[in-house]
């Protein structure tokens, strides 16, 4: 989306805004619909938009208006591939009942359980991302952005 290929613009507050709404969004869905909150996170359209609460895309609304609005200059530091990896790598082993959650990402329709074991792995990763400090957060999701608008690698 928009918002994502912006997103090496965006300031670390910023990241950290889009975080949190990736993480409630996520979370919404997962209770209203695994399937769809699977749909989300694979970056497919959502057969009920709707499912996503209203102030959620109003906040999304005015972070993506604030984000358009920076200045067009080389934006701050984004992680690399091998900071991504160690980082997934190390939240998983930090995390194994989560793990298997992530087996599902490449699944192209997975069943309600499936989907809801991915929801649930996708919201640790967030909240994992969450604890860190906010420049290596923004710098990780950057990242994670940047290799998900190459490789269509969910974030």
Known sequence: NAMMKNSKRATD?????????TLMTYRALNEADPTECARD?????????ALIPEDLVKQE????????????EPGPAVASER???VWVASF?????????????????E??????????????GLHEGLRLKPKDWRAKLYRGM???????????
């Open 145 to 155: 952005i940047q290799k998900n608008l190459r490789t269509g690698a969910p974030v």
């Open 61 to 72: 609304t005015e972070l993506m208006a604030e984000i358009f609005a920076a200045p067009r």
């Open 41 to 49: 996170i694979q970056g497919k359209d959502l057969e009920d938009p």
């Open 83 to 85: 900071e991504i990896t």
């Open 13 to 21: 507050d910023q990241m950290a805004d889009m975080i949190t709404l």
């Open 110 to 123: 997975p069943r309600k359980e499936e989907a809801q074991s991915l929801c649930q792995a996708m919201i």
């Open 92 to 108: 998983q082993k930090a995390k194994p009942d989560l793990a298997p959650g992530f087996e599902w990402l490449t699944v192209e």
